[in-house]
């Protein structure tokens, strides 16, 4: 039977940057500047990484802008918050539980913000297994993570499918020999995963 591991921001959840910040500043020249201040600024993916906390990144951005630390923890706050989940995913993975198809996730996120999301969100205990990259210290698209994955869980590289939104992770499963389905949308996803699944029960 395969083994299905999927993303969360983007894939289970919502994750939209510019929605965030679209939401929290009202004038364009500050999204544009804590844009390049906080999502694509190197921290971010320390972060995602566990090498630096939530105070710790509070504290850098206040050095980095100058803003108010009241105002930069709002923002995280902010960020975990606007994580929801797509209705449509959350189907596909109740849906993949009652037929006893073993899953997995692997994401990029802190170690804080998965905890936040397994508190409000039940469905996540459909997962048998989880790998987050702040638990880790680990991020996609490094094959470390991956390989940490299949070892940890015991899973058959050939008999997995990762599902993910961002190319360049599926592209680095790929290139380890896991299946893989880009994720655009859920109709999407759960029309090739099933085309997968079929495929394996053929003689």
Avoid at 97 to 107: F, G, K, N, Q, T
């Amino acid at each position: 039977m395969h083994k299905i591991v999927f993303d969360l921001g983007g894939v289970v959840f919502d994750w939209d940057p510019e929605k965030i910040l679209h939401d929290f500043y009202a004038d364009a020249d500050s999204r544009r500047f804590m844009k390049t201040a906080v999502f694509s600024h190197p921290d971010w993916l320390q972060m995602d990484r566990g090498k630096i906390d939530e105070t710790q990144m509070v504290e850098r951005l206040k050095a980095r802008t100058g803003r108010p630390g009241t105002e930069l923890a709002a923002l995280l706050e902010a960020v975990r918050h606007s994580l929801t989940p797509k209705a449509g995913t959350v189907e596909l993975i109740e849906d993949l539980a009652r037929r006893e198809v073993p899953l997995y996730c692997l994401s990029n996120m802190p170690s804080s913000t998965y905890a936040f999301l397994e508190e409000r969100y039940a469905f996540l205990e459909a997962f048998h297994g989880k790998v987050i990259s702040g638990d880790v210290k680990m991020i996609k698209p490094e094959p470390e993570i991956f390989l940490h994955l299949l070892e940890r869980f015991r899973l058959p590289v050939g008999k997995t499918v990762f599902i993910d939104d961002n190319l360049p992770n599926i592209e680095a499963a790929k290139a380890l020999g896991i299946q893989t389905i880009w994720f655009r949308n859920p109709d999407q996803c759960r029309s090739e995963l099933e085309t997968m699944l079929a495929a394996s029960f053929r003689p």
